[in-house]
């Protein structure tokens, strides 16, 4: 029994060392190839240059225009996946009954599941054309009808972890609400809802990691075309976009347009790392505090 448990307690460490040497790696050849890429690009440039055209004769190697196209996606698809999602899941905590709760939650969590080329499709096939119907000067590819179907994806993301979050609460808060009268209504945002917020929040931010790391729809929908605008109409490029395109293999391997793409990749992950370390340290915060 002993040696059977060794063995466990060592498959389960060469496990967490491959997950922490694969991390190791890949942030490895991102600073690497990066650095290299810097020796030759002025980085001031590349943080305050308006323009990123390194596949062009002009080049420019200013990453502002992807990440206005990122952070304009991502801001649509959370204004969509916020309301939606929080909605969903006070009504499955507080209205609905237990066993249509646990028919329709695995259902949504289904959405997720649907590969996100599925989604650029119907955003370019279905959505835009409904868009344009009464939006005349909306582009074929453009960041709103990309955001949208992308806040569509991540609802089930906020609306399952933030029920997961309100079921959390302490049932005294809930029965002592109901003891002085509230209604369902009152008790859900008058108590649930502050007392879950840092679970909620957590939900939020993750959901705005997965908009911003998304790849397939953007590249599909929303054109590839680096501009530094807040306009949801025109065609945008986002930093995931952009990699996909130079890793097409058109770009000769070891040249600085093809370093471009580590040089947005270390960018895409430091907006990732952030987020993922605030949502953890949230958590650890406010979770103590209701516990």
Do not use: C
Request: aromatic share 10%; no cysteine; hydrophobic share 55%.
């Amino acid at each position: 029994m002993r040696i059977q448990e060794r063995i466990i307690e060592g498959l389960l460490w060469l496990s967490a060392a491959i997950t922490i040497l694969v991390t190791a790696g890949i942030i490895w050849v991102l600073l690497s190839e990066s650095l290299t890429f810097f020796s030759e690009v002025s980085i001031i440039d590349f943080l305050t240059d308006k323009q990123w055209t390194p596949l062009f004769a002009d080049k420019h190697f200013g990453i502002l225009p992807l990440v206005a196209g990122t952070m304009l996606t991502t801001a649509i698809a959370i204004a969509v996946a916020l309301p939606i999602g929080l909605t969903i899941a006070i009504y499955l905590n507080t209205y609905a009954p237990a066993g249509f709760r646990a028919t329709i939650k695995p259902m949504l969590e289904i959405l997720a599941s649907i590969p996100t080329v599925v989604y650029g499709f119907f955003a370019l096939t279905v959505v835009t054309p409904f868009l344009q119907s009464f939006i005349p000067n909306l582009a074929g590819f453009n960041s709103l009808s990309a955001g949208m179907v992308m806040g569509i994806m991540i609802i089930p993301m906020i609306s399952s972890l933030s029920e997961d979050a309100i079921s959390a609460v302490p049932k005294s808060l809930r029965e002592g609400a109901y003891g002085m009268g509230a209604t369902k209504f009152q008790t859900a945002f008058g108590v649930l809802v502050p007392a879950a917020s840092s679970g909620i929040l957590v939900s939020i931010i993750l959901a705005i990691s997965r908009a911003v790391g998304e790849t397939m729809l953007v590249a599909i929908a929303a054109g590839q075309q680096p501009r530094l605008t807040a306009n949801p109409l025109v065609p945008i490029e986002t930093i995931t976009t952009y990699i996909v395109q130079v890793s097409l293999g058109d770009v000769p391997h070891g040249s600085l347009e093809y370093r471009t793409i580590f040089a947005a990749g270390i960018t895409l992950f430091i907006f990732t790392f952030a987020l993922n370390n605030i949502s953890f340290w949230i958590r650890k915060k406010y979770q103590e505090k209701y516990d």
